[in-house]
């Protein structure tokens, strides 16, 4: 710290940092530049850490000299190009400056840190908070969440309630719309459209950085309300995203993303080429996971017990040492034991946590305790706390399954199986080539098909309809192949759907560039054509289960795009179309249903037609009457010119049409790789 004082002595304007101060230059004029602030956050913060952990008065200078600097910089943007220009430049990934200079302000009492902090409040994100407003979708996840935190900081040392009602609208938010079982959010860093995960869980979820900075989030809101939620949502948080995100088996490796869907591994770093952003909120997580387990009241009459936790605390002339047999123990959660006398009565609040359903127990010095122990509250125990007593607590763990954030038709059975606060994980001998896999059982009942192997391990076996696996927590998963969610549905009917025209065999297929380019044809399938000629069958979206009615989605694309006819086209074109999440309008649902008839060629084995649900009489078919052509015609196979187009044709009573209107079922040209249960 005294070596940085010199530094910044020596360049003598209250500038500190490993980069020049052009860097600023090229953000306020608009030039590219990776986050300049967001660095300069980290070191103000790490040295006012350094002040108030350990004294440090030169650290508290140093940081005193920065804020002056970058106020003086702000100043000078403000007078010079305006408000409009310096709420662009906070596009630019700023991390928690809010926060630092907050906090500054607090040890200080400058009001020019107050001025700062304030400087630090992005419209555009926090004014639709404000007013209740979800404008999350396609914003960058930790750009914004150290400001939430900031925010948290200014009402706590401010007492602006616009600021605590801007944090509260936005923790709940996302926690309620955009959370993963595991306590994680967002997808390649950004949120998605509220209620509608089911196609994130790839390899690329629940950024770790934001992981630990929501975790700091719920912190703050349980000092402020004590409120029991706060803490489950610290625990699962802790258990889905930060214990297992660091290898335990090698030195120097944690994890960016954690992939949440089917057969991925865990990606980690190495300690030398990947020091991401991750590392060191991973190094400082792993340095802190202590201090969320006790909080103690305002009035020192209250130890509140959170996390169950092996662990010592000193409270109020006792010492106080939790052994926990928490997650593993089938027969204790937690012993407490006590040296040392309280002067007087006083409550160790027990948190009874939401996933304690079960045969709650706690007694003190070996005798049960009478009363409730009501799931999502604490259980106090008031008395003059003297050397020996000891308390057991016992809250039986259980399975239960947490079917993923998303309203959507096709992951209404998507799901990750938990055994209380703890994310549990398939794990496969192989890669699996798929988002999720299937995982069929009574998932109001996962107990009846779920077991546990063992009393002091946390190993299961799932014994689904469909296939059997190991289940072990998410957090001790190192380099196995795994799935955190599963599709419950049972595994849907995949076909290609084949015709032959002039002797030769074609499929029915769509581009596979972009969703834009989304017109059917029937095609010769080159290597790597198959999944663009595999479609699922399901029933007709109209609803009518069982009658005939039939609906296509595209196999290749990101589930919701559906075979649909366009009788607005003037071609009357079959296309591959989506109407957004469900529920889908009742004009998108008939264009998307289909009867399907006996081949109109009636010598066709496994042959059919298909007839308009909307439009009796009009079939799908390749006549093209304007520009009739023949596969020997076709030149490109991959663009816009394709071979035949797909068209929607009132009914002709013509060899040729009934030729062009009659397909064959087949195997689906693309098949998932079959999981593998590690046993």
């Known amino acids: 710290v005294s070596t940085l004082l010199s530094c910044q002595q020596k360049i003598g304007s209250g500038y500190l940092s490993a980069f020049p101060t052009s860097f600023f230059d090229r953000l306020e004029s608009q030039q590219q530049v990776w986050a300049p602030y967001y660095t300069i956050h980290k070191i103000m913060a790490g040295l006012l850490d350094q002040y108030l952990l350990a004294q440090n008065k030169d650290a508290l200078q140093i940081v005193i000299g920065m804020a002056k600097y970058f106020k003086g910089r702000i100043d000078n943007v403000l007078q010079k190009q305006g408000i409009a220009i310096w709420q662009l430049i906070l596009n630019n990934e700023w991390g928690g400056m809010n926060d630092v200079l907050f906090s500054l302000y607090q040890i200080t009492g ?50 602006n309630e616009t600021l ?37 869980t790839n390899g690329n979820s629940q950024e770790s950085c934001t992981q630990y900075n929501m975790m700091k989030t719920a912190r703050h809101f349980f000092e402020w309300t004590a409120d029991e939620s706060y803490a489950d949502f610290y625990e699962r948080a802790m258990w889905g995203g930060i214990i297992g995100n660091i290898n335990h088996n090698a030195w120097g490796q944690f994890i960016y993303y954690q992939p949440l869907g089917g057969g991925a591994t865990k990606p980690w770093g190495d300690p030398f080429n990947s020091f991401w952003c991750c590392y060191g909120t991973m190094l400082e997580a792993h340095s802190k996971l202590g ?70 127990s706690i007694s003190l010095n070996g005798t049960p305790l009478p009363g409730t122990f009501t799931a999502g509250s ?39 199986i938990m055994f209380g606060p703890v994310t549990l994980a398939g794990v496969t001998d192989v890669l699996i080539d798929s988002y999720n896999i299937t995982l069929v059982g009574d998932l109001e009942n996962p107990s009846k098909w779920i077991i546990r192997d063992s009393n002091d391990k946390l190993h299961f076996t799932a014994q689904g309809l469909d296939r059997s696996l190991s289940l ?14 599963f599709d419950g549905n049972p595994a849907p009917t ?49 609803n009518e289960k069982g009658d005939g009615v039939i609906s296509l989605e595209a196999f290749h694309w990101d589930p919701g795009f559906y075979v649909i006819h366009n009788f607005q086209d003037v071609n009357y074109t079959i296309q591959t179309a989506t109407a957004g999440p469900t529920p889908w309008p009742v004009d998108f649902q008939v264009k998307a249903s289909f009867w399907v008839r006996p081949p109109l060629v009636v010598s066709m084995p496994n042959g059919v037609s298909f007839e308009s649900y909307d439009k009796p009489g009009y079939f799908i078919s390749t006549y093209d009457q304007v520009n009739p052509c023949k596969p020997s015609d076709c030149q ?15 009914f002709e009573n013509t060899l040729q049409f009934n030729q062009s209107a009659s397909f064959t079922w087949t195997d689906p040209l693309w098949k998932p790789i079959p999981t593998q249960s590690k046993m």
């Open 494 to 542: 995949i076909k290609s759907l084949q015709t032959k025209l002039d002797g030769q065999t074609l499929y029915v297929r769509h581009s596979g560039t972009d969703f834009w380019n989304n017109r059917l044809y029937v095609t010769p399938v080159q290597n790597g054509q198959e999944e663009q000629a595999t479609w699922i069958v399901i029933d007709g979206l109209v």
């Open 291 to 360: 201090d969320s387990v006790y909080f103690s009241s305002l009035d020192n009459t209250i130890l509140y017990i959170n996390q169950f936790v092996s662990s010592v605390v000193e409270w109020n002339g006792i010492t106080l040492t939790q052994d926990s047999g928490f997650p593993n123990s089938t027969t204790s959660t937690t012993l407490i034991s006590i040296t040392g006398n309280t002067k007087g009565p006083v409550s160790l609040a027990i948190r009874v946590p939401q996933w304690a359903t079960g045969s709650n």
């Open 164 to 200: 605590k009602q801007i944090s509260q609208y936005f923790f709940d938010t996302v926690k309620n719309t955009r959370s993963y079982a595991t306590g994680g959010n967002n997808d390649y860093e950004y949120w998605p459209a509220p209620n509608s995960l089911g196609d994130t």
């Open 110 to 159: 400058d009001h020019d840190n107050l001025v700062t902090a304030y400087y630090f409040d992005h419209y555009s994100f926090t004014a639709p908070l404000a007013s209740g407003i979800d404008q999350l979708e396609n914003l960058h996840a930790n750009t914004h969440i150290p400001e939430i935190i900031g925010s948290q900081r200014g009402y706590e040392v401010t007492g």
């Open 636 to 650: 490109n196979l991959c663009g816009y010119n394709e071979c035949l187009s797909l068209y929607i044709r009132p």
């Open 378 to 416: 604490y259980y106090s125990i008031n008395r003059a706390w003297t050397a020996g007593d000891s308390v057991e607590v016992y809250y039986p763990l259980s399975l239960w399954i947490s079917k993923i954030n998303d309203q959507r038709e096709r992951f209404k059975n998507t799901y990750a």
């Open 472 to 485: 072990i927590p998410l957090a001790y998963v190192v380099n196995e192949p795994y799935i955190v969610y």
